[in-house]
């Protein structure tokens, strides 16, 4: 069974805290994504990577940094946590080409107090 | 840019009810669209896609034709389960987005017995 595997589900942060978030998958993706979901707003892209060591800011890239090292493996960064970042963060891979369907993480739910 | 534009929620039907979920879309080329369901707590997972006009999709009775003259993708199914409830999201992959997935903003569905 095809995976997309974050390393928490749920965290709880302080305001200031480097916070890593960790994201890997198994199906040989080139592509990974980070998306952020909050109510009424959707599906928000933060930054996306193409290919190792490669990365390209999303919609809402302040705040966040990513790393991409080796290929199955996609982390986020939150440089110094805000409350603002409270959220849902979701992880998703998906090979090149227009057909093919993106895979998702179960999310990690981030609150920063 | 490309874009996608979904009805807004929350949608609330009884058991057995006829639900559409429109979705339409603004791209260049020939776009492959997608629909994807949020169960609650979990992440997104791949619902049905079709990749050129006049496609349909399906998957659990659920069903989406691809229609370029109205650039549309709407979502439908004939009877609605309490199980269907969830977060459906409208999605477009085009070439000229590299990798990425354009979504929609999501629509919530609650289905009462």
């Known amino acids: 069974d095809v995976k997309v595997t974050q390393s928490s589900r749920y965290l709880v942060k302080r305001t200031g805290e480097k916070v890593f978030l960790e994201c890997v998958q198994d199906?040989?993706?080139?592509?990974m994504f980070w998306y952020r979901q909050d109510p009424g707003l959707g599906l928000r892209l933060i930054y996306f990577?193409?290919?190792?060591?490669?990365?390209e800011k999303g919609d809402i890239p302040e705040g966040y940094s990513v790393s991409r090292e080796k290929k199955e493996r996609f982390s986020l960064i939150l440089e110094s946590a805000s409350t603002n970042q409270t959220s849902m963060y979701l992880c998703?891979?998906?090979?090149?080409?227009?057909?093919?369907?993106?895979?998702f993480g179960q999310g990690t739910r981030l609150t920063v107090v | 840019g490309d874009s996608v534009t979904q009805m807004e929620g929350p949608v609330t039907l009884s058991e057995e009810a006829f639900l559409t979920i429109n979705c339409t879309y603004t791209a260049t080329g020939y776009p492959s669209l997608f629909w994807y369901v949020q169960y609650p707590g979990e992440g997104l997972q791949l619902l049905l896609k079709a990749t050129k006009a006049d496609d349909k999709g399906s998957n659990k009775g659920f069903e989406a034709t691809y229609r370029k003259e109205t650039t549309s993708f709407h979502l439908e199914k004939g009877s609605v389960q309490v199980s269907d409830s969830a977060v459906y999201f409208c999605?477009?992959?085009?070439?000229?987005?590299?990798?990425?997935?354009?979504f929609g903003q999501g629509t919530e569905l609650s289905v009462k017995p």
């Open positions: 199906m040989d993706h080139e592509n």
């Open positions: 990577s193409y290919d190792v060591k490669m990365k």
């Open positions: 999605a477009l992959g085009a070439y000229n987005q590299g990798g990425k997935l354009i």
């Open positions: 998703a891979s998906r090979n090149s080409g227009s057909n093919t369907e993106a895979f």
